[in-house]
């Protein structure tokens, strides 16, 4: 079993930056893809960024890409995500995820931190 803590959220202004964290404990997640999704209560829970094993990385929405970075550390076990000039769109929970395959499809992620908030203000 693989488990996922989040941690870095908070409240923010337009413009700010904020660099969430997950660790992973339990196994090495070092040849697992890990992700970070995002939710809006009452909303579907969206794909923000993945990083596989070998570094490579996906950004599938306009919205951050540009904007967010995803990075990880194998040798402490952990995701990051480096967010930049963040807006009040960017206001959400946002979750890490690990899966053994490679997918933007939040079905596919075998494991799941309880999420950080981060919260946007005009």
């Known amino acids: 079993q693989v488990q996922l803590v989040e941690s870095g959220g908070g409240l923010v202004q337009t413009g700010d930056s904020l660099r969430l964290s997950c660790v992973a404990s339990g196994r090495s997640v070092s040849r697992y893809t890990l992700a970070w999704f995002r939710q809006v209560p009452g909303t579907e829970r969206e794909f923000v960024a993945a990083i596989i094993w070998t570094g490579h990385t996906i950004y599938p929405t306009d919205s951050v890409e540009g904007r967010f970075a995803i990075s990880r550390d194998n040798a402490k076990n952990a995701v990051f995500l480096q967010m930049n000039r963040l807006n009040s769109e960017d206001t959400a929970v946002y979750y890490c995820?690990?899966?053994?395959?490679?997918?933007?499809?939040?079905?596919?992620?075998?494991?799941w931190g309880r999420g950080t908030q981060v919260t946007v203000s005009s």
């Open positions: 995820a690990a899966a053994q395959s490679t997918s933007t499809d939040q079905a596919m992620y075998n494991y």
